[in-house]
């Protein structure tokens, strides 16, 4: 399981954290991370982090401004988002793949979803 907290409403320039905690599974052998899903848009791969060796991934959209961290001792990933665009509201998903998916981060790839949180970014 994976359950998800943080997020809310936050006007542009202001920062976010996203918080994921997984149970149920090993967290040493998955990438966890988060997608997200604007209105009327695709489901977009945001990032993921491998905690078994500090594999990060980030996408073009997000890279400088978001960073992905994990806490092993308490099965959490955190991501923390910074300088906030109103092109980033959407809803967020934790999400948690096998480790070799990290490269070739997808839905796909997906073994474990997390509840999505709305994160707004008023102009």
């Known amino acids: 399981q994976l359950q998800a907290s943080g997020g809310g409403l936050v006007q542009t320039g202001g920062s976010l954290r996203l918080s994921c905690v997984a149970s149920g599974f090993s967290f040493d052998d998955h990438a966890i991370g988060w997608f997200r899903q604007a209105p009327g848009k695709e489901r977009e791969d945001i990032s993921c982090?491998?905690?078994?060796?500090?594999?990060?991934y980030y996408a073009d959209s997000v890279k400088g401004r978001f960073t992905i961290s994990s806490d092993n001792a308490k099965n959490t990933v955190c991501l923390q988002m910074n300088s906030l665009k109103p092109e980033d509201t959407a809803v967020y998903y934790c999400a948690a793949g096998s480790a070799g998916w990290a490269e070739l981060w997808t839905e796909y790839g997906v073994d474990y979803w997390g509840k999505g949180t709305l994160d707004t970014v008023s102009s």
């Open positions: 982090i491998r905690s078994s060796d500090g594999y990060k």
